[in-house]
């Protein structure tokens, strides 16, 4: 069953700029997420003005995907986090027009530091890019 998540509280109020989730960037990607199974879920259809080469999606705004699947799935578990390191392996093009579903789990905790993963995935289940990263949780401001 899946659960949508809820704004976390007042940092949403002050994070409306935000290029992947954010609803008032105008030129962001717009993500909304739902958490299943200990999973956090996206999905995305990449346009023309995400391309690098003609059809393929640029490896930066797939990178961007794989960082905010990943990093902020703790942010939605009420933690202020950062990426600290992020890894992306590019298995195969990405394309454009094709909707794609991204999946974004935690796999260790080791105090204020979070290990994640994560995938970009096709209709058919192919994965055409997926990451690690270590995710630091910092105070709140």
């Known amino acids: ?6 704004p976390a ?10 290029f992947a989730c954010g609803p008032k960037n105008p030129f962001g990607l717009k993500l909304s997420f739902r958490e299943q199974d200990d999973t956090y ?5 990449g346009q023309q003005q995400h391309q690098g080469y003609d059809g393929i999606m640029h490896g930066g705004i797939v990178s961007t995907l794989l960082d905010e699947i990943m990093a902020r799935y703790l942010y939605a578990k009420g933690m ?3 990426t600290a390191r992020l890894e992306v392996r590019y ?6 027009g094709v ?4 999946k ?3 796999t260790k905790n080791k105090g204020r530091i979070y290990e994640t993963e994560g995938t970009i995935e096709l209709p058919d289940g192919t994965v055409t890019a ?12």
């Open 1 to 6: 069953m899946d659960t949508i998540i809820p």
């Open 9 to 18: 509280d007042e940092r949403d109020e002050r994070n409306q700029w935000c």
């Open 41 to 45: 879920l996206s999905e995305f259809t």
């Open 80 to 82: 202020n986090a950062v």
């Open 91 to 96: 298995n195969k093009p990405t394309p454009i």
């Open 99 to 102: 909707p794609l579903l991204l």
């Open 104 to 106: 974004g789990r935690i």
């Open 130 to 141: 997926q990451g690690t990263a270590k995710v630091f949780i910092i105070d709140p401001s």
